[in-house]
């Protein structure tokens, strides 16, 4: 059982805007540690996503975003498209654990 | 270029000793902790721990620890996830991936290694 909980599937048609929930605990996205956000893509190495709850590396599109409130973090995925299909985790750090991650959701394109 | 290029996929019988390795290339090695994360088969990412390569200090999980090893060679810029007697249950996809820090307890992974798959047998 992981520390960050995750919904374990969403989906969206094409055009879609999909979000996905992590939902932590006082000792790590409520203790305001940051929120992180990566995309696998299955048979293939995480990519990282969101860093710092809501920033947005170079070369990751507009489409996504982050957000944080309280013991919670969101990703929103607007404007859904095909190549989206993959495995989105969460990650934090918390104080008894380190580094967490959430146990993954998979986003089904429909 | 910053490049994670982790060693090649492993099959091994259990109660055998393992070591796979990270190379880092593209900065200073030195300058950013590296983690190593497991992801057993059809499942999440698990955090195993982190070492930093300046002075070879080492924090795992409290499911890792005492279960592996971590080290680093920084002559050659090289992390390393060592077992010293191997069991069925770690038979899993390994990651490495750079730590970066933006500010007090601000961290993320920004890059990571293509993962090294582990087989053990029974």
């Known amino acids: 059982q992981s520390v960050l909980t995750q919904p374990p599937s969403v989906s969206g048609a094409p055009g879609q805007r999909v979000t996905i929930s992590c939902t932590g605990s006082?000792?790590?996205?409520?203790?305001?540690?940051?929120v992180n956000w990566y995309q696998q893509i299955p048979g293939t190495a995480p990519k990282f996503l969101i860093y710092?709850?809501?920033n947005r590396p170079s070369g990751v599109p507009a489409r996504f975003s982050g957000s944080k409130s309280g013991t919670s973090a969101s990703l929103a995925i607007t404007g859904l498209q095909a190549e989206d299909e993959a495995d989105y985790y969460c990650?934090?750090?918390?104080?008894?654990?380190?580094?967490?991650f959430g146990g993954g959701t998979k986003l089904t394109v429909l | 270029e910053v490049q994670l290029v982790q060693s090649g996929a492993e099959v091994k019988k259990s109660g055998e000793s393992l070591r796979i390795s990270c190379k880092n290339s593209?900065?200073?090695?030195?300058?950013?902790?590296i983690a190593w994360v497991r992801q057993m088969p059809g499942k999440g990412l698990e955090w195993m721990g982190i070492?930093?390569?300046?002075?070879?200090?080492?924090r795992y999980s409290p499911s890792f620890q005492g279960q592996v090893t971590i080290s680093v060679d920084k002559s050659i810029n090289t992390a390393y996830l060592q077992w010293n007697s191997l069991k069925a249950s770690d038979t899993a996809m390994y990651y490495c991936?750079?730590?970066?820090?933006?500010?007090?307890?601000?961290?993320?992974?920004?890059?990571w290694g293509q993962g090294t798959p582990v087989t053990v047998s029974s």
């Open positions: 593209g900065y200073s090695f030195t300058s950013y902790w």
């Open positions: 991936a750079r730590r970066r820090q933006t500010g007090p307890y601000r961290y993320y992974f920004d890059y």
């Open positions: 710092g709850n809501s």
């Open positions: 990650q934090s750090y918390d104080t008894s654990s380190n580094w967490v």
């Open positions: 070492i930093s390569p300046a002075d070879s200090d080492t």
């Open positions: 006082s000792s790590n996205i409520g203790a305001g540690y940051d």
